[in-house]
């Protein structure tokens, strides 16, 4: 897989509120983790639309991750000034990441016209990619269902591969971090 998208929760959809949570660190080192073995197998590009909470965190994983690795990001926003009604710090955020991505387009040249250009946004970045790695849990759908269904489609038609990061995985890296800790194995 050379071109992977990825995706997710918005962190309001994790109970996050800030950008200090400490859930925020436990996801982008489960996403990290994964980005890494797919970089050992050919990753070359990092798809996404640059919405806030997974799709932020990610590209600032990429950033980091792209002084070590030949790895490229990709930001393609469904429409301009999405940021537009963020909170400041996350709009400082998304401002930094499109000027670092190695691409950056949105896909329709004006602003926010109607929910069609989500579906637009989520079908070119499917169309573009060889897969997608997906933060999502079954039994809470939220806002990454609507990329879902279209992948899905795309995954029957052919050679579209759907990777999961279930709260399982994010479980797992918890743990790992935990006992990685000198102190947790001196109680």
């Known amino acids: 897989m050379k071109t992977l998208v990825v995706t997710g929760y918005k962190p309001m959809e994790m109970g996050i509120f800030k950008q200090k949570d400490p859930k925020v660190e436990f996801v982008k080192e489960t996403i990290k983790k994964r980005l890494l073995s797919y970089i050992d197998e050919g990753l070359e590009w990092v798809l996404i639309s640059g919405q806030m909470g997974v799709e932020l965190w990610t590209a600032e994983i ?3 991750l792209k002084e070590e690795f030949e790895i490229n990001l990709g930001v393609l926003p469904p429409f301009e000034n999405q940021e537009e ?8 955020i998304y401002e930094e990441m499109s ?4 691409f950056y387009q949105p896909i329709y040249k004006k602003g926010y016209q109607g929910p069609y250009q989500f579906r637009a946004k989520d079908q070119f970045l499917i169309d573009h990619s060889d897969g997608c790695l997906v933060l999502y849990d079954e ?7 609507y990329f879902l269904r279209l992948a899905k489609k795309a995954q029957e038609q052919g050679n579209y591969q759907i990777l999961y990061i279930t709260p399982l995985d994010i479980d797992e890296t918890v743990e790992e971090l935990r006992m990685a800790d000198p102190d947790y194995w001196s109680q």
């Open 62 to 64: 990429v950033l980091d």
């Open 85 to 92: 009604r963020w909170p400041e710090d996350l709009k400082l």
């Open 99 to 102: 000027m670092l991505a190695d």
């Open 139 to 145: 039994d809470t759908e939220g806002s990454p269902q």
